[in-house]
């Protein structure tokens, strides 16, 4: 095998004046949204309850948490967000899809959401912009896809020139365009050829493990999104901190629940990206790290 590289209606909900309330005496329920599956996002779950704990909101005590997952099938998502409009929740969270947060922005315009999707959000139709969202919608911007080219720079820095580069992107994703449009101009501009294979994105997550063993395996040097694959094999990763980011989603859902309005709340976006590589995985690969990329790297893991 050669060697290659991959980078990977409805309405008449409760609006958010009244979900800064207790919904009539009884706890908000927040309702969180995601197309993929639960096991897979424990820590990532658990960095969201940590943000709405520090906003004041601790699950099962004074907010419930009504949990929708798509078990990894893109098209169950706008049932799922029928549900949780249904339920009256008081705030929808879609941390880390692009798929969900749209599909919630689709189905209801009065019940605030808060997503973090890893392209534009602008671009996507999310909100009009990053300073002035409007609407009933605001969230997290943590540039994962916009970081391709970055990515690609890197793993040339490793690989002898003309090496073959695969990126690994989810066709259905509403972010995939944007983000190849990108690649493809800052490959063309160093005269570097790639191609394209498919996956669902979910299976980025729930499959890590499988993804960087088979990578290990077959001796395919790969860059990932995030810490979450270097830390359990892969071999480089360049990204923002997911359990970070789901923990901002965490603390705006908690600040709407005390009454600020989805409007009101600037979209953020990470400062700091994280470069990590893993020293172990290279000696498997028989790679030696150029010690220009040592010297760049936020941490080696050894």
């Known amino acids: 095998m050669n060697r290659r590289e991959f980078i990977t209606l409805l ?31 424990a820590h990532l779950t658990a960095a969201f309850r940590d943000g709405l704990s520090e906003a004041g909101f601790v699950d099962r005590r004074n907010v419930v948490i009504e949990y929708r997952w798509g078990q990894d099938q893109f098209d169950r998502v706008p ?26 922005k689709a189905a209801t315009s009065t019940i605030p959401i808060v997503f973090s999707v890893g392209s534009d959000p602008v671009k996507l139709g999310l909100v009009d912009s990053l300073n002035r969202p409007a609407g009933n919608i605001t969230g997290v911007n943590y540039f994962t896809q916009d970081l391709g080219p970055k990515r690609l720079g890197l793993l040339r820095e490793l690989m002898p020139a003309g090496a073959d580069v695969v990126v690994l992107v989810n066709p259905k994703s509403p972010i995939t365009d944007s983000a190849l449009k ?16 498919h996956a669902s994105d979910p299976l980025f997550t729930s ?22 694959f270097t830390e359990v094999g892969g071999l480089m990763s360049y990204g923002t901190d997911l359990p970070n980011i789901y923990r901002q989603v965490g603390i705006y859902t908690g600040r709407i629940l005390k009454g600020a309005r989805p409007s009101d709340l600037p979209v ?31 941490e080696v893991i050894e």
């Open 11 to 41: 309405s008449g909900a409760a609006a958010w004046p009244l979900a800064a309330g207790a919904q009539q005496g009884a706890m908000p329920v927040v309702g969180f949204l995601h197309e993929g599956t639960s096991d897979a996002r």
């Open 79 to 104: 049932a799922l967000v029928a549900e949780l409009v249904q339920r009256q929740v008081a705030v929808i969270a879609t941390p880390g899809s692009a798929t969900a947060a749209l599909a919630a």
């Open 182 to 197: 990108d690649l493809r101009a800052a490959a063309d501009a160093v005269g570097q050829q790639f191609s394209v294979l």
């Open 207 to 228: 499959r890590r493990v499988q993804l960087v063993t088979l990578a290990t395996r077959y001796a395919i040097p790969a860059i990932y999104t995030s810490r979450e």
């Open 268 to 298: 953020m976006q990470p400062t700091k990206f994280g470069f990590v590589i893993n020293l172990a995985t290279a000696k498997a690969l028989g790679l030696e790290i150029p010690t220009t990329l040592l010297a760049r790297a936020d």
